[in-house]
């Protein structure tokens, strides 16, 4: 009698639990105007990528973005839950009463904005946001804890007492960028008001740009792993501490593309109130066009974050057109159209965000190394240097007058592109698992040191 084989049913074997990361962010996801708002929607766009991991968003922020965050986070297919500011007191009716109401909240801010740094006293106003977010962190158990911006951690200190491993996303190194607004800082105009208000910041705001650097080492020391967006943005006190991660902004590739126009336009982007955009416009006015003009006329140069009326008037010339703030639509507009984008940025502070940009929509571009801190995978982009405003302006010339080098330049970078999102969403899973390897000999974290001396502070203000 032939042998017959047994056959056993075998138990079904449950899969693996995915790794569920929670992320506090107070950064508006459709606020596509900022760097901040479209590196958080980029980086909601990877995390909705990367395998074997559930992702929980928290954002906390005024009312009016409940709806466009809301709308953003389902799209991507995550978990979304919303936290709403308070609303700001002011004085109410225009009337005599609410004037001065309102000139006395101006007049206390200016002062105690010699103390406090950004965010600070905001988070005060909305430490409802702590228990709001403590309870969700309860009802979902997180594995890790993701603080997308150094200052978000300030509307939740309660987490830093929990044994769950923290991450900090940093978006720019706040110490050495604050030490900076000492010669830089302020707003930016040639009224004599404005002069006058640029001096006072300068000479005046040390104090909150100096606590800054206790409270951005407090949060590093007490976080498991560290995302910064380029090399230098990384704390150099937490090698071997902490898990580190350099992982730039890496948008998708437009819908929107950039084609060649002959039409001779030099384009640049960002905010003058921002100093290392105001150095940029002034290297671009007084600099860069003079030579430029000298060798060929035939240009013209758009700027779209500066008026007229706020520069000097050296700075100004029939080849340069000053667009003010304009609209997202216009900045689309000239980054598909003009010939090429030129970023003659000197800090190496953060990634900068209007590169990355052109890279998504194809636009061709010349760069400062600073400039391309944020890029690292970027290996073909011609390279100015603000000493040499000359070389820069035939380099210029070279592209803008052959388009078969501007559509080669265009090509290549998107093809780096493509390249560099697939690799990074595995190393943000590399990233997430080397933090809980860490973790798992921790012990139970404790709350840092900069909050048990604030709380025991008066929170008025």
């Given at each position: 009698m032939p042998h017959t084989p047994k056959y056993h049913a075998f138990r079904q074997v449950d899969p693996m639990p995915k790794t569920k990361i929670l992320i506090l962010s107070i950064t508006s996801f459709a606020d596509l105007k900022n760097g901040g708002g479209l590196w958080s929607a980029n980086l909601l766009e990877t995390m909705a990528q990367v395998p074997d991991t559930e992702f929980v968003i928290v954002s906390a922020g005024h009312e009016s973005a409940r709806t466009s965050n809301d709308a953003f986070v389902n799209s991507l297919g995550l978990k979304h839950a919303f936290i709403p500011f308070k609303p700001s007191f002011t004085g109410g009716e225009a009337t005599v009463r609410a004037r001065i109401t309102n000139l006395t909240i101006s007049a206390i801010n200016i002062v105690l904005e010699k103390y406090f740094f950004p965010w600070e006293r905001e988070a005060r106003r909305q430490s409802h946001v702590d228990a709001a977010f403590m309870q969700v962190v309860a009802g979902e158990q997180p594995d890790i804890i993701v603080i997308n911006y150094l200052f978000s951690a300030l509307f939740a200190p309660t987490m830093f007492s929990l044994a769950i491993p923290r991450c900090l996303i940093t978006l720019?190194?706040?110490?050495?960028?604050?030490?900076?607004?000492?010669?830089?800082?302020?707003?930016?105009?040639?009224?004599?008001?404005?002069?006058?208000?640029r001096w006072v910041y300068r000479h005046f705001n040390w104090i909150p740009n100096r606590r800054i650097e206790h409270y951005e080492n407090a949060i590093s020391s007490n976080c498991a792993g560290i995302v910064a967006l380029t090399q230098s943005d990384l704390p150099r006190n937490m090698i071997g501490k902490a898990a580190l991660a350099v992982l730039p902004p890496i948008f998708k590739p437009s819908t929107a593309r950039w084609s060649y126009h002959a039409n001779r336009h030099i384009f640049f982007v960002g905010n003058i109130g921002y100093y290392p955009n105001r150095l940029a416009i002034e290297w671009i006015c007084s600099k860069f066009v003079p030579e430029l003009s000298a060798l060929d006329d035939r240009f013209r140069l758009i700027i779209i974050g500066a008026e007229e009326s706020q520069v000097p008037s050296h700075w100004r010339s029939m080849r340069i057109q000053f667009m003010g703030y304009s609209t997202k639509a216009e900045v689309i507009h000239q980054m598909t159209t003009a010939n090429l984008f030129i970023a003659p940025i000197a800090n190496d502070f953060g990634a900068k965000i209007k590169l990355a940009e052109c890279v998504s929509f194809g636009m061709p571009f010349l760069a400062t190394r600073t400039a391309m801190s944020g890029l690292g995978f970027m290996k073909s982009v011609p390279e100015i240097h603000l000493n040499d405003p000359s070389t820069a302006a035939r380099l210029t010339l070279r592209y803008i007058n052959e388009p078969s080098a501007l559509i080669e330049l265009s090509n290549s970078n998107t093809a780096q592109l493509n390249t560099?999102?697939?690799?990074?969403?595995?190393?943000?899973?590399?990233?997430?698992?080397?933090?809980?390897?860490?973790?798992?000999?921790?012990p139970t974290s404790q709350k840092p040191n900069y909050y048990d001396r604030e709380d025991n502070q008066s929170t008025s203000g």
């Amino acid at each position: 009698m032939p042998h017959t084989p047994k056959y056993h049913a075998f138990r079904q074997v449950d899969p693996m639990p995915k790794t569920k990361i929670l992320i506090l962010s107070i950064t508006s996801f459709a606020d596509l105007k900022n760097g901040g708002g479209l590196w958080s929607a980029n980086l909601l766009e990877t995390m909705a990528q990367v395998p074997d991991t559930e992702f929980v968003i928290v954002s906390a922020g005024h009312e009016s973005a409940r709806t466009s965050n809301d709308a953003f986070v389902n799209s991507l297919g995550l978990k979304h839950a919303f936290i709403p500011f308070k609303p700001s007191f002011t004085g109410g009716e225009a009337t005599v009463r609410a004037r001065i109401t309102n000139l006395t909240i101006s007049a206390i801010n200016i002062v105690l904005e010699k103390y406090f740094f950004p965010w600070e006293r905001e988070a005060r106003r909305q430490s409802h946001v702590d228990a709001a977010f403590m309870q969700v962190v309860a009802g979902e158990q997180p594995d890790i804890i993701v603080i997308n911006y150094l200052f978000s951690a300030l509307f939740a200190p309660t987490m830093f007492s929990l044994a769950i491993p923290r991450c900090l996303i940093t978006l720019n190194n706040e110490t050495a960028f604050h030490k900076s607004l000492k010669l830089h800082g302020g707003p930016a105009g040639v009224q004599p008001a404005r002069r006058i208000a640029r001096w006072v910041y300068r000479h005046f705001n040390w104090i909150p740009n100096r606590r800054i650097e206790h409270y951005e080492n407090a949060i590093s020391s007490n976080c498991a792993g560290i995302v910064a967006l380029t090399q230098s943005d990384l704390p150099r006190n937490m090698i071997g501490k902490a898990a580190l991660a350099v992982l730039p902004p890496i948008f998708k590739p437009s819908t929107a593309r950039w084609s060649y126009h002959a039409n001779r336009h030099i384009f640049f982007v960002g905010n003058i109130g921002y100093y290392p955009n105001r150095l940029a416009i002034e290297w671009i006015c007084s600099k860069f066009v003079p030579e430029l003009s000298a060798l060929d006329d035939r240009f013209r140069l758009i700027i779209i974050g500066a008026e007229e009326s706020q520069v000097p008037s050296h700075w100004r010339s029939m080849r340069i057109q000053f667009m003010g703030y304009s609209t997202k639509a216009e900045v689309i507009h000239q980054m598909t159209t003009a010939n090429l984008f030129i970023a003659p940025i000197a800090n190496d502070f953060g990634a900068k965000i209007k590169l990355a940009e052109c890279v998504s929509f194809g636009m061709p571009f010349l760069a400062t190394r600073t400039a391309m801190s944020g890029l690292g995978f970027m290996k073909s982009v011609p390279e100015i240097h603000l000493n040499d405003p000359s070389t820069a302006a035939r380099l210029t010339l070279r592209y803008i007058n052959e388009p078969s080098a501007l559509i080669e330049l265009s090509n290549s970078n998107t093809a780096q592109l493509n390249t560099a999102r697939e690799e990074q969403t595995a190393s943000w899973r590399t990233f997430y698992e080397d933090v809980l390897a860490r973790s798992e000999n921790r012990p139970t974290s404790q709350k840092p040191n900069y909050y048990d001396r604030e709380d025991n502070q008066s929170t008025s203000g």
